[in-house]
Each structure stands twice: as C-alpha cells, then as structure tokens.
C-alpha cells in the first residue's frame, strides 16, 4: 500500500513535467516515462497479456507510440491507460487469444524465499480464494475493480479509459463489490 501511494504522488509530481517535454519533443521525454510509468504499464499489460515477456513487448510498443504522438492530453494517465488497454486488446485480437483470468501480477507480493513454509501455504489458500472471488465477477466488473484498486485510477479517468459513462463505472465498482463481499462471507463460512 504505502509503496503505491509513493508511486501515486511521484507520478503526480513528474507527469506535468513529462507532459511538457513531450510537447516540446525532448529526447529525455522517453527517459522520465519509463521512469514514471513503466512499473504500471507493465502490471496492467502483464494483468491483459498473462505474460511477463508480452507485457515487457507491449510496454514497449506502446512508450513508442506515446513518443511518436502528435498531441499530449492533459488528462495524460487516463490516456496511456487506454492507449494499454488497445493495444493489449488489438494484441489479444491478433492472436486469437482470450483473456486468461489469472490473478494480477503485483509488486507487494513477497519473495517465496523470505518467508516459512506455512506462511506460503497460508498466502496461497488466500490467493486461490481471491481468485475464486473474481471468477465469480463478470468481465466488466473485473476490469473496472482493477483500474480502480490495482492501478488506482479514479471514476473520471476509469470513464475515460473505458468510454463509458462515469455513471455506469461507478455501478460496475459497486455490483463488483456487493458480490464480493457476499462471495468472500459465502467462503468464510466454508
């Protein structure tokens, strides 16, 4: 948690600047983007993709197409999420493959190597859980808890990455949560 709210705020704190040398067409532009968004790019491509070396790939292509880019938005996180979001489709579509459903890949989780036998046991039950809970969501909502809780996108730039309404953003955060809190004391009673 604190790790991402650290990247929150420097992301916060470097974007403008990495709006503005992108609009003057610097050559350290691609430098402080891969500084800024590579950690997130590649979890979200890694959560579409289910590989570490196609979300490696896909970032790639992607930085370089934001770099070879005519125009800046101001609203520049919404738009490199949905610039990884269609290119990870288009990747999908490509390849005829579908999305794999596998639990995200994240940052916090810890080495194998640093804890107990036990304690692996216990984080494996609890990640089989958790991904038996978002099995039990349909695909929209699965998306939609993501870009809010994984990449920490609010409602407004969800709307935006998604084209849809906020309106209809925010009903698929609540459904996807009333049914995961009904699936998560359905399972703690087991």
Request: proline share 3%.
């Amino acid at each position: 948690m604190a790790a991402r709210l650290a990247d929150s705020i420097r992301q916060e704190s470097l974007t403008p600047s990495l709006i503005a040398s992108l609009r003057r067409g610097e050559a350290a532009a691609g430098a402080l983007l891969n500084d800024v968004y590579r950690q997130a790019m590649l979890r979200y491509c890694w959560g579409y993709l289910g590989t570490l070396d196609d979300a490696e790939d896909a970032v790639q292509e992607i930085f370089c197409k934001v770099l070879q880019g005519k125009s800046v938005p101001d609203n520049f996180r919404a738009w490199l999420y949905k610039v990884a979001r269609n290119h990870c489709l288009d990747l999908i579509k490509m390849r005829g493959r579908r999305r794999d459903n596998r639990r995200l890949p994240t940052k916090t989780q810890p080495d194998g190597g640093l804890t107990g036998d036990l304690s692996r046991l216990v984080r494996r039950e609890l990640h089989s859980r958790l991904g038996h809970l978002l099995d039990a969501l349909s695909p929209d909502q699965r998306e939609v808890l993501r870009l809010r809780y994984a990449e920490n996108l609010s409602r407004a730039d969800i709307a935006e990455v998604l084209d849809l309404p906020e309106s209809i953003v925010k009903s698929r955060l609540y459904e996807g949560l009333v049914k995961l809190r009904q699936h998560a004391s359905l399972m703690a009673d087991s």
